[in-house]
């Protein structure tokens, strides 16, 4: 499932890719849906062209909700976090697209920042974040840009702040110029096969990149918490994950719908 040095690479790298159970045919079902809800289209008058199409807490086909509430996720995530019981917390589908003829290039952001605490409170008050593989994902196919072991070098700045310490952790985007100077490693690409899963946190520098292949890169976000561990949301997100909470609980099979918060 994932084993204990695995579980020290994301807790010091920030990332680390595992195989997955999920079958095949899964993935074909999960593909094809992406190809429904995400067509690549050309734009309407006044819209840019977009290459990276994406859906967050919004959809309910069965294909996705099959993996979404798959064992294997909620057992991982509670191995990760230490927690003896955890809860969904997000979910996204994204599809990118090639662009030819444009120079490779990333995006470098984080989009949650933790104290040292954080990071090593049992169970740790953090997000554990799966980057679900639906295509195959190379050096030339958008593949996650990341930069090891950056969420501690933010951590361990933070935990000398004695105003940030015990503070609740809040989802708050800051691109690179905005994070401390600090001399980070080279970004790394995450690449991997269809369904295998990347284990990460998004509080490590990271970004989307361009798509210089010839097909599209897919990928299914899901995301948990510990149980009972407070995780801040901007407003018109904590909204939306408060209306597809209630939905998904009553869609989620009864023997899984446990993974929803009430």
Known sequence: MITEQEIQQFSEIGAVTIDTPLTQQQLSAASAVFDRLLPFRDPEAGEQLRHRV????SFYEPELLDILQHPFFEEV?????HADRVSFFQTAIVTTYPQPNTPFSFDQHVDIQYCLSDLEA??????????LWIS??????????YRPGSHRLIAEAREQQPELKGDIPRVAGVSLPGLPAFD??????????????TVL??????????????????VMVITFTAADVEIG?????AET?????????????PERAHIVPA
Request: proline share 6%.
């Open 122 to 131: 049992i169970p740790r008050r953090m997000v554990c974040s799966y980057f």
């Open 77 to 81: 995530a509670k191995r990760v976090l």
């Open 201 to 218: 946190t998004t509080a490590m520098v990271h970004g989307a990149s361009i798509n210089v292949d010839t097909a599209p890169r897919k």
């Open 233 to 237: 949301l901007p407003q018109n997100q």
């Open 184 to 197: 980070y490693t080279d970004a790394i690409p995450v690449v991997a096969r269809s369904g295998q899963v």
């Open 241 to 253: 994950k408060q209306t597809y909470d209630r939905e998904l609980k009553r869609r989620l099979r």
């Open 54 to 57: 994406g859906l967050t807490c």
């Open 136 to 145: 195959d994902v190379t050096e030339q196919r958008a593949p996650l840009m």
